[in-house]
Protein backbone atom coordinates (compact mmCIF):
# COMPACT_ATOMS: atom_id res chain seq x y z
CA UNK A 1 0.00 0.00 0.00
CA UNK A 2 1.24 3.59 -0.49
CA UNK A 3 -0.18 6.86 0.41
CA UNK A 4 0.04 10.02 -1.38
CA UNK A 5 -0.50 12.96 1.21
CA UNK A 6 -0.71 16.81 -1.18
CA UNK A 7 -0.29 20.04 0.57
CA UNK A 8 0.39 23.81 -0.84
CA UNK A 9 -3.20 24.94 -1.92
CA UNK A 10 -4.93 27.79 -0.65
CA UNK A 11 -6.39 31.53 -1.94
CA UNK A 12 -4.40 33.45 -4.38
CA UNK A 13 -4.76 35.83 -5.79
CA UNK A 14 -4.72 36.23 -10.22
CA UNK A 15 -1.10 36.41 -11.54
CA UNK A 16 -0.11 35.26 -8.42
CA UNK A 17 2.06 31.83 -7.24
CA UNK A 18 2.04 28.80 -5.30
CA UNK A 19 3.95 25.69 -4.75
CA UNK A 20 1.82 22.00 -4.28
CA UNK A 21 3.89 19.41 -2.59
CA UNK A 22 3.20 15.86 -2.69
CA UNK A 23 4.85 12.93 -0.31
CA UNK A 24 4.65 9.14 -0.91
CA UNK A 25 4.74 6.57 1.82
CA UNK A 26 4.53 2.96 2.09
CA UNK A 27 5.64 -0.15 0.61
CA UNK A 28 7.85 1.48 -2.23
CA UNK A 29 10.36 -0.66 -4.34
CA UNK A 30 10.28 2.14 -7.16
CA UNK A 31 7.29 5.37 -8.66
CA UNK A 32 7.92 4.98 -12.18
CA UNK A 33 5.77 8.44 -12.75
CA UNK A 34 4.01 11.08 -10.61
CA UNK A 35 1.81 13.54 -11.58
CA UNK A 36 -0.88 15.80 -10.67
CA UNK A 37 -4.75 16.20 -11.87
CA UNK A 38 -7.68 18.44 -10.88
CA UNK A 39 -11.03 19.03 -11.13
CA UNK A 40 -13.15 22.03 -10.80
CA UNK A 41 -16.87 21.87 -9.81
CA UNK A 42 -19.36 20.06 -12.25
CA UNK A 43 -16.13 19.38 -14.58
CA UNK A 44 -14.16 16.24 -15.06
CA UNK A 45 -11.11 15.15 -13.36
CA UNK A 46 -7.73 16.18 -15.65
CA UNK A 47 -4.28 15.72 -16.07
CA UNK A 48 -2.34 18.91 -15.15
CA UNK A 49 1.42 16.93 -15.60
CA UNK A 50 3.11 14.41 -15.31
CA UNK A 51 6.92 13.60 -14.87
CA UNK A 52 8.80 9.98 -15.39
CA UNK A 53 12.05 9.15 -13.16
CA UNK A 54 14.42 10.27 -15.18
CA UNK A 55 12.96 14.59 -15.41
CA UNK A 56 11.21 13.78 -18.31
CA UNK A 57 7.72 16.00 -18.04
CA UNK A 58 4.55 16.60 -19.86
CA UNK A 59 2.04 19.36 -19.12
CA UNK A 60 -1.38 19.94 -20.61
CA UNK A 61 -1.79 22.80 -22.80
CA UNK A 62 -3.58 24.93 -20.45
CA UNK A 63 -0.84 25.46 -17.88
CA UNK A 64 2.19 24.66 -20.51
CA UNK A 65 4.86 28.36 -20.05
CA UNK A 66 3.18 28.66 -16.17
CA UNK A 67 3.80 25.21 -14.35
CA UNK A 68 6.34 23.09 -13.34
CA UNK A 69 6.54 19.92 -12.03
CA UNK A 70 9.63 18.84 -10.19
CA UNK A 71 10.22 15.48 -8.44
CA UNK A 72 12.61 14.13 -5.51
CA UNK A 73 13.41 10.57 -6.00
CA UNK A 74 14.86 10.16 -3.33
CA UNK A 75 12.43 11.19 -0.66
CA UNK A 76 9.31 10.19 -2.86
CA UNK A 77 8.40 13.77 -3.25
CA UNK A 78 7.04 15.53 -6.11
CA UNK A 79 6.23 19.19 -6.41
CA UNK A 80 3.97 21.28 -8.77
CA UNK A 81 5.15 25.22 -8.82
CA UNK A 82 2.08 27.66 -10.35
CA UNK A 83 2.75 30.45 -11.45
CA UNK A 84 0.31 33.43 -13.25
CA UNK A 85 -2.55 31.78 -12.09
CA UNK A 86 -5.51 32.74 -13.45
CA UNK A 87 -9.47 31.93 -11.79
CA UNK A 88 -9.89 28.92 -14.29
CA UNK A 89 -7.07 27.22 -12.35
CA UNK A 90 -9.25 27.11 -9.33
CA UNK A 91 -9.98 22.97 -8.86
CA UNK A 92 -9.17 20.01 -6.22
CA UNK A 93 -5.63 19.26 -7.18
CA UNK A 94 -4.52 15.52 -6.46
CA UNK A 95 -1.44 13.95 -6.88
CA UNK A 96 -0.66 10.41 -8.38
CA UNK A 97 1.85 7.69 -8.91
CA UNK A 98 2.62 4.93 -10.74
CA UNK A 99 5.44 2.39 -9.67
CA UNK A 100 6.28 -0.97 -8.15
CA UNK A 101 5.79 -2.01 -4.42
CA UNK A 102 8.20 -4.89 -5.00
CA UNK A 103 10.49 -6.39 -8.16
CA UNK A 104 7.15 -8.89 -8.84
CA UNK A 105 5.63 -7.63 -11.54
CA UNK A 106 1.97 -8.06 -9.77
CA UNK A 107 3.36 -5.52 -7.60
CA UNK A 108 2.49 -2.35 -8.82
CA UNK A 109 0.46 0.28 -7.68
CA UNK A 110 -1.40 3.07 -8.73
CA UNK A 111 -1.92 6.14 -5.91
CA UNK A 112 -4.00 8.73 -5.08
CA UNK A 113 -4.03 11.28 -2.36
CA UNK A 114 -6.56 13.48 -0.78
CA UNK A 115 -6.91 16.36 -2.80
CA UNK A 116 -5.69 20.10 -1.70
CA UNK A 117 -7.73 23.06 -3.00
CA UNK A 118 -6.52 25.75 -5.09
CA UNK A 119 -8.52 28.83 -5.84
CA UNK A 120 -7.54 31.42 -7.62
CA UNK A 121 -9.58 34.60 -7.31
CA UNK A 122 -9.40 38.48 -6.49
Known amino acids: QVQLVESGGGLVQPGGSLILSCAAS????????MGWYRQAPGKERELVAVINSGGSANYADSVKGRFTISRDNAKNLVYLRMNSLKPLDTAVYYC????????????????WGQGTQVTVSS
Open 96 to 111: NALGSSSSRSSGRFDS
Open 26 to 33: GTIFSIDV
